[in-house]
């Protein structure tokens, strides 16, 4: 039996303009946008939509990404189409609780801006960094760092794109012995921290606290976690899952392996980029892949 699964983008997908033609042709995509100004005191619509500097601050860019998100399903449930699981990279992964029905909108948006000043407040500007390491087997790059303090894989993206995260001068130590070890490519990536690696344990434990007063319930239909590749139907398992997901390595590729293995053979990445779609692809080039970002888009299907 065909399975579909959704998917959302993480942060480095934003972009000015994202969500426009939903804000300006659905009411209800519309009220996601208010909703968000409202309870985040701010314009949201003028931040996603007017060019700034604020759309690429992490504390910004999150709340950002994920009213967009939650906008678009708005949309894209009066279609017709459904999923029958979803997953999101990294910060996407709130949208697809929230499309569960493990939390509100409202808690949502609330706690990526938590999310997102924990880990803009984590660790100094400057001290991090990331870099991207293409055309190599993971057990080659695993390998190389283990010995390297302060370096973690932060994502394991597609087949021949796994991406390191830590300290600065950690990962460029990291960078040189990939190199010798034999990997094609590693590019540093332009961030403003080491996201998902040991240096943000701390962000976690305080977005633990802070999660402690949001209200979960069970997932009204799986969905995958980053954390662990695998599939989440319990309450207590998303919310720790969370708090593990911010210092922890983003197994997408293994998720997907994971759906795949599940009978899902469509994809629909709904958000900002076409990321996802390259990575599936990647994964498996005989699935099919949808990519919504604009109301055009939806309005091919």
């Known amino acids: 039996m065909s399975k579909t699964a959704f998917l959302f983008p993480g942060q480095g997908a934003q972009k000015c303009g994202m969500g426009k033609s939903f804000y300006d042709s659905d009411s209800d995509s519309r009220a996601v946008f208010d909703m968000a100004s409202d309870v985040?005191?701010?314009?949201?619509?003028?931040?996603?939509?007017?060019?700034?500097?604020?759309?690429?601050?992490?504390?910004?860019?999150?709340?950002?990404?994920?009213?967009?998100?939650?906008?678009?399903?708005?949309?894209?449930?009066?279609?017709?189409?459904?999923?029958?699981?979803?997953?999101?990279?990294?910060?996407?992964?709130?949208?697809?609780?929230?499309?569960?029905?493990?939390?509100?909108?409202?808690?949502?948006?609330?706690?990526?801006?938590?999310?997102?000043?924990?880990?803009?407040?984590?660790?100094?500007?400057?001290?991090?960094?990331?870099?991207?390491?293409?055309?190599?087997?993971?057990?080659?790059?695993?390998?190389?760092?283990?010995?390297i303090p302060e370096v973690w894989i932060a994502n394991y993206n597609c087949p021949g794109q796994i991406v390191i995260s830590g300290r600065?001068?950690?990962?460029?130590?990291?960078?040189?012995?990939?190199?010798?070890?034999?990997?094609?490519?590693?590019?540093?990536?332009?961030?403003?921290?080491?996201?998902?690696?040991?240096?943000?344990?701390?962000?976690?434990?305080?977005?633990?606290?802070?999660?402690?007063h949001v209200s979960f319930s069970d997932p009204s239909f799986p969905y995958v976690a980053n954390y662990t590749g695998e599939y989440v139907t319990r309450a207590s398992e998303a919310r720790e899952l969370l708090v593990k997901q911010v210092s922890g390595s983003v197994r997408f590729e293994q998720s997907i392996r994971t759906m795949i293995a599940d009978g899902v053979d469509r994809f629909v990445e709904i958000g900002p980029g076409k990321t996802l779609t390259g990575f599936v692809k990647k994964i498996d080039r005989s699935l099919s892949v949808i990519n919504i970002e604009t109301m055009e888009d939806l309005s091919k299907l």
């Open 40 to 147: 985040l005191h701010m314009d949201m619509a003028a931040l996603c939509f007017e060019e700034n500097d604020r759309l690429n601050l992490t504390e910004y860019t999150q709340p950002a990404m994920v009213t967009t998100g939650i906008a678009m399903l708005k949309a894209v449930g009066k279609t017709g189409l459904r999923a029958d699981v979803c997953a999101g990279l990294s910060l996407g992964e709130y949208e697809a609780l929230c499309l569960t029905g493990v939390f509100s909108a409202e808690d949502a948006v609330l706690t990526v801006r938590e999310r997102g000043k924990l880990m803009a407040e984590a660790v100094p500007a400057g001290v991090g960094g990331m870099a991207a390491v293409l055309g190599t087997e993971a057990k080659l790059i695993e390998d190389t760092i283990r010995e």
């Open 168 to 212: 600065r001068e950690a990962v460029q130590k990291a960078s040189e012995a990939l190199r010798e070890a034999g990997a094609k490519r590693v590019i540093p990536l332009n961030v403003s921290g080491p996201f998902h690696s040991g240096m943000l344990s701390g962000a976690g434990e305080k977005l633990a606290a802070y999660l402690e």
